[in-house]
C-alpha cells in the first residue's frame, strides 16, 4: 500500500510553467507503471503520460513536446514537467501508480491557466 500526494498546482498565465510533484509514501521503484491524468470540469478523465519502470514514456498527443515525466527514486516522487502552458490545460491533475492488480490514486491538484 502506498499514499500518494500531488502537488505544485496553482495559477498560471498562458506560456507559463509549472512542476507538479506526486510524493509517495513508500518507493515507487517496484511500480510498473507511473501516470498522470487530469480532468476538466465536466469533461471525462484523460490521460497525460505514462512511464513504464523501465524507462519507456508515453504522452497524449496533446502535451507531447510540452510535458515531461520524470521521476526521482530517492526521493519516492514522480513529476510533470509541464511548459508552454494553455488554458485548455486546466484542470485536476493525478497521479496514479500501478503494478499488477495494485493501483494507487492521488487527490489530484488543481491548475489554472489563464490571463
Known amino acids: 500500500q502506498v499514499q500518494l500526494v500531488e502537488s505544485g498546482g496553482g495559477l498560471v498565465q498562458p506560456g507559463g510553467s509549472l512542476r507538479l510533484t506526486c510524493a509517495a509514501s513508500?518507493?515507487?521503484?517496484?511500480?510498473?507503471?507511473m501516470f498522470w491524468y487530469r480532468q476538466a470540469p465536466g469533461k471525462q478523465r484523460e490521460f497525460v503520460a505514462l512511464?513504464?519502470?523501465?524507462?519507456?514514456?508515453h504522452y497524449a498527443d496533446s502535451v507531447k513536446g510540452r510535458f515531461t515525466i520524470s521521476t526521482d527514486n530517492a526521493k519516492n516522487t514522480v513529476y510533470l514537467q509541464m511548459n508552454s502552458l494553455e488554458p485548455e490545460d486546466t484542470a485536476v491533475y493525478y497521479c496514479?501508480?500501478?503494478?499488477?492488480?495494485?493501483?494507487?490514486w492521488g487527490q489530484g491538484t488543481q491548475v489554472t491557466v489563464s490571463s
Open positions: 496514479n501508480l500501478s503494478s499488477g492488480s495494485r493501483s494507487y
Open positions: 513508500r518507493s515507487i521503484f517496484s511500480f510498473d507503471s
Open positions: 512511464m513504464y519502470s523501465g524507462g519507456k514514456i
